[in-house]
């Protein structure tokens, strides 16, 4: 087979020169054969065709399965995969009479493994793991020992007795056969384990296990694979203990290659900022050289990799940009999760191959029997002795998922697949068993083991907003409990992590990370990053649902973009965290994990009333400039970090200006005297109480003043007849010189335009705002309020205008309080921030008098809000 | 084991109370001999001997909350000077790791109990409240430990996280209130669903096997 597509390669690869040797010389003898202008070569593509093809198929069955969400959420896609292998291995064979394709172990060992096993270990959660890594050594290390011996032994004594007939092995066949079914398979164990979402400890517990134990498994089969091949009979004590001495060889050897290529990586991914481009390559080719390197010095291959890709993740994780974190992120999790999907598919089809069947019913029973059985005694006895030294107990439920999830897969079969026919006799029967075997964890197991994870409730891992606060007594945590240790004079876990903390901040981060990543990376600054950032793409979102992206891609939007980033605050900006991150990253990459679960937590939302509130509530600053707001007054506040905060609000006030542009053009006449009195009422406002806190407000709130004569204003400039445009300009140079603070600059503006073309002014408001209804004219105005600012608005509207601005505060409160349900934890979160800074509008002495006023000049809820802001 | 035998009484009492085992206790009490340099009691200066805490970015709040009367189940305010064995035992107990026959009110207790001592350590002024400023303090010291973050940067993350302090734990807030700051109820609320009794505690080491070599 081989061979000859070999040969077909070969063939395929001189068509080419020699078809152009035949058109240069024409002359020669071959007239007879005359170029081709299309010719088909099949052999010339074969092999990476039948390749590619396969990938196709097997990632189009995921598609499929995924249509119907009713499987999938009961059967595990490895499951299916393997069903579906054996569907298309039978009509392989049905078509072709020999089984063609079957997963060879040198394309499982090379090509499928390796990234399945890299993106275990450096998306490994290293805190959890090594905070249990003892419990995961025991079990990989003497519960795979345990596995295999009593396995093996087992099927031998119940061989002797005669059950299963007569077979050509001997005890070290057998031991060879447990040695290789006795390992947890990490494949497996992901594809079951991560549908299932148990919690994280003991999902590191299992799934850790299945990775370590790979240094044992290699070693006892490689052991046992040379007893058989030179007899039982020369197996002396003397190699016995060479074994012994070979397991420590290769599984430390093993990891001090990951360690070392890990060590290489970061120090490599330091020096790629000028080679961005090529920058996750360096993640793939070195950890992969790792596992190479392993695999020639016959060290623990999988632990090389597992541990290149813990180790250096942090590093490379801090030093590598944004953009490229993100591709090695997803490049890792495709290929891992392509290789998954190929490896259960061709298990499948493996499956279907008369060459291999051997059938014993006692054997493959029996194996399956001793494996569950010892599987669950190996537990509970190690359970047993780990729960005296375990400070968080392994309990019984624990214990029984832990046997249950013991799944066999595909490291098995390609060991299995290993076996050399002519020393081991009964390759065949072990191949046919391991091949049940599997099957039969992966899809009778991994079906089952949903339910029992449900029936015994069993603590699930639940997915959970990172917190500032959290992050912040964690941090505090680890630094007291260290304390405590080191104070009541013990050697303890957290004494080791404290130590090995300081050490890695004194060398390790100066020698592999980044001069900037040293600064920013901190994990508190990044969940404060991570927060600001969604804050930031849910208003990317926010902008779309509207339909008004337009105004955020617009000039206006450079103008706001400006104020945040380009045009640093004096002595502020500097400092804050976001800048620091920002020199790190570049142009902040929105990772796009979190904007899918961003989208979705918005789509839960999506009934009007909450789309208001959002609007209304969602773009408020994270930080508050007025610091008499925020707890404990007397702190004078130089709050640094506003840069993404400024945008959000920012964005709000224009949304709520242009609403409220709408409502003075309908009142019309009273427009004039609001523009006065708003005016007024400010230019009295400084003289009443201007300190510290007075004067960060009135700067921040021009700094909105421009934002929004920039959001509204810019776009109408199409619309607008050039009279129009001229108050606009004035407002914005007025504005540029920041002393000069012109609140009423709204009210102005819409005075200054002539009030006969409120129509045109209007559209383009709508333009701008809410494209949808562009079209629909002057009546989609109602529709519009309805829409957007129900409660509030059409309020306003309908119930005449006299005393709803006495009402707005009211009303506010009545949106909080619909919004109590509200399911996005993060809405919820911006929602109260903002309500707990919000001012106290009534109380202010002008307020009240302008409440007093005639109805006719109703005050804007707009040009109100901006009051607010001053108190 | 010599000094278990001869004062077992007060011993059992200590054991009791702070549910150390007697082997705890005792190793505890070699460990208070040697920081005290055999005096009956621990002053402050004491902990300066510890070489290991040095690096300890919060290492003041820490010993502070030593000598801390709220933390010591007293009834008054402020701080001791000196704290004598029965105290320091007091506030490592704060740290005991759950047991596995504690019923729901106990582990509840428990839990209130430990986080009331680093309510403790936030509340520097004793008033029942986290204020910002005293949360900007305690995350100014956190992140000392790296050089590269500028003090701008807590102070922004404290505000930050007392953003979403107040949003957890008011939730809906009026218009005219204004969030003073973290109380203790307010603190739990912030713990909810995180199971800090698994994570605050130190596995003191059971003297049990060790004991028999002496």
């Known amino acids: ?871 | 084991m010599g000094s278990a035998h001869s004062v077992p009484a007060e011993m059992r009492e200590l054991a009791d109370r702070t549910g150390f085992t007697s082997e705890q206790i005792e190793h505890l009490h070699r460990r208070f001999k040697q920081l005290s340099q055999d005096q009956l009691t621990i002053r402050k200066e004491n902990f300066d001997s510890i070489p290991d805490l040095e690096f300890n970015p919060i290492r003041g709040k820490i010993v502070h909350a030593f000598f801390d009367k709220r933390n010591l189940r007293q009834e008054s305010d402020g701080l001791v000077d000196e704290i004598n064995f029965e105290d320091f035992l007091t506030i490592m107990s704060y740290f005991r790791p759950i047991e596995m026959n504690m019923d729901e009110e106990q582990l509840d207790r428990f839990r209130k109990e430990k986080l009331k001592f680093l309510f403790h350590m936030y509340d520097s002024d004793h008033d029942g409240k986290i204020t910002l400023q005293e949360y900007r303090n305690v995350v100014e010291e956190l992140l000392s430990g790296n050089p590269h973050l500028e003090k701008e940067s807590a102070r922004s993350i404290a505000d930050g996280a007392m953003m979403e302090a107040a949003s957890i734990c008011v939730g809906q807030m009026g218009p005219d209130q204004v969030y003073e700051g973290i109380t203790f109820e307010d603190f739990l609320k912030m713990w909810q669903g995180i199971d800090i009794e698994t994570k605050m505690h130190v596995r003191f080491l059971n003297m049990e096997t060790i004991a028999h070599c002496y």
């Open chain 1, 1 to 871: 087979m081989r061979q000859v597509s070999g040969v077909g390669l070969l063939l395929g690869l001189m068509a080419l020169p020699v078809a152009l040797g035949q058109r240069s010389s024409e002359s020669a003898k071959n007239s007879n054969q005359s170029f081709a202008i299309v010719s088909f070569k099949w052999d010339h593509v074969k092999e990476p065709y039948i390749i590619a093809l396969w990938i196709l198929v097997a990632s189009l069955a995921k598609i499929v399965f995924h249509l119907s969400h009713k499987v999938t959420r009961v059967v595990p896609e490895s499951a299916l995969l393997i069903v579906l292998g054996i569907v298309l291995g039978g009509i392989v064979l049905a078509a072709d009479h020999i089984a063609s394709f079957t997963l060879t172990p040198t394309v499982f060992f090379f090509y499928l493994l390796p990234p399945i096993v890299l993106d275990a270990g450096y998306f490994m959660p290293n805190r959890l793991f090594f905070g249990n890594l003892g419990t995961i050594l025991l079990y990989a290390v003497i519960g795979t020992v345990w596995n295999a011996a009593t396995t093996g032994l087992s099927l031998y004594g119940v061989y002797l007795t005669g059950i299963m007939g007569k077979l050509n092995s001997g005890v070290l066949d057998f031991l060879l056969f447990g040695s290789l079914i006795a390992a947890v398979d990490p494949v497996a164990v992901l594809a079951v384990f991560e549908e299932v979402h148990v919690n994280e400890v003991l999902f590191i517990i299992v799934f850790g296990e299945s990775l370590l134990n790979d240094a044992v498994t290699v070693v006892l089969y490689n052991v046992f694979e040379s007893f058989v091949a030179i007899g039982p009979t020369n197996v002396t004590g003397i190699e016995c203990l060479k074994g012994i001495v070979s397991f420590f060889v290769v599984s430390l050897g093993g990891t001090l290659v990951g360690i070392f290529f890990a060590f290489l990586l970061s120090l490599v991914s330091r020096f790629t900022k000028h080679v961005r481009i090529i920058e996750p390559g360096f993640v793939f080719i070195i950890s992969y050289l790792s596992y190479l390197t392993a695999e020639m010095l016959s060290l623990s291959a999988i632990l090389a990799i597992t541990f290149c890709g813990i180790c250096c993740q942090k590093y490379v994780k801090a030093n590598i940009s944004e953009q490229s974190s993100t591709t090695v992120r997803y490049t890792m999790k495709m290929m891992a999760s392509g290789a998954e999907t190929i490896i259960f598919m061709f298990l499948g089809i493996s499956a279907v191959n008369p060459d291999i069947w051997m059938w014993n019913t006692a054997f493959i029973l029996l194996t399956l029997v001793f494996i569950s059985v010892y599987r669950v005694i190996g537990v509970v006895l190690q359970t047993w002795i780990l729960n005296r030294y375990r400070t968080v107990q392994l309990e019984i439920i624990d214990q029984v998922v832990m046997s249950y999830g013991g799944l066999r897969g595909a490291v098995a079969f390609a060991l299995v697949a290993l076996l050399d026919k002519d020393k081991v006799h009964d390759k065949n029967l072990f191949v046919s068993t391991t091949i049940i075997v599997v099957f039969f964890t992966v899809i009778f197991q991994g079906l089952t083991i949903k339910p029992l994870v449900q029936w015994l409730k069993v603590k699930k891992s639940e997915h959970r907003e990172p917190k500032l606060n959290e992050k912040l007594h964690g941090r505090a945590f680890d630094h007291i409990l260290s304390a405590i240790e080191d104070i009541s004079g013990q050697i303890g876990h957290h004494y080791l992590r404290d130590k090995w903390s300081n050490f890695d901040r004194k060398f390790l981060r100066k020698i592999l990370m980044r001069r900037s990543a040293q600064k920013s990376r901190d994990q508190i600054l990044n969940v404060f990053h991570e927060l600001n950032l969604k804050d930031a793409i849910s208003y990317v979102a926010e902008g779309e649902r509207r339909g008004s992206l337009a105004f955020i891609r617009s000039p206006s939007t450079d103008n706001m973009v400006n104020v945040d980033f380009s045009t640093p605050l004096p002595s502020t900006v500097e400092s804050s965290v976001s800048y620091l991150l920002r020199e790190k990253a570049g142009p902040v990459c929105l990772d796009m994990q979190a904007l899918e679960q961003r989208r979705k937590s918005i789509r839960d939302t999506e009934d009007t009333l909450a789309h208001h509130t959002l609007q209304q509530y969602l773009y408020k600053p994270r930080q508050e400039r007025n610091s008499s707001v925020i707890p404990n007054g007397t702190i004078p506040s130089e709050n640094p970090v506003q840069d993404f905060t400024l945008k959000e609000k920012d964005l709000e006030f224009s949304e709520s200006e242009e609403n409220n542009d709408y409502e003075t053009l309908h009142l019309g006449k009273g427009v004039d005297f609001l523009a006065n009195v708003t005016q007024q009422n400010f230019t009295d406002n400084p003289a009443g109480d201007m300190d510290h806190d007075v004067e960060m407000t009135e700067y921040s709130s021009s700094d909105d003043q421009l934002n929004q004569n920039g959001s509204v204003s810019v776009n109408p400039l199409h619309f607008f007849p050039s009279c129009l445009q001229m108050p606009w300009t004035q407002n914005y140079s007025s504005l540029e010189n920041r002393g000069n603070i012109s609140l009423s600059s709204v009210s102005e503006y819409i005075a200054s335009c002539d009030p006969n073309v409120p129509d045109l002014f209007w559209e383009s408001g709508t333009d701008t705002n809410n494209k949808e209804t562009v079209n629909s004219g002057y009546c989609s105005e109602v529709s519009y309020k309805s829409e957007n600012s129900q409660e509030e608005n059409s309020l306003l509207i309908f119930e005449g205008l006299e005393d709803s601005y006495l009402k707005e505060p009211q009303e506010k409160k009545m949106l909080l309080d619909v919004q109590g349900n509200y399911r996005s934890a993060a809405a919820r979160r911006v929602q109260s921030r903002r309500s707990f800074h919000r001012p106290k509008p009534l109380q202010h002495p002008k307020l009240q008098k302008l409440a007093s006023l005639p109805a006719s000049c109703h005050v804007p809820p707009h040009s109100l809000e901006q009051e607010e802001t001053q108190l």
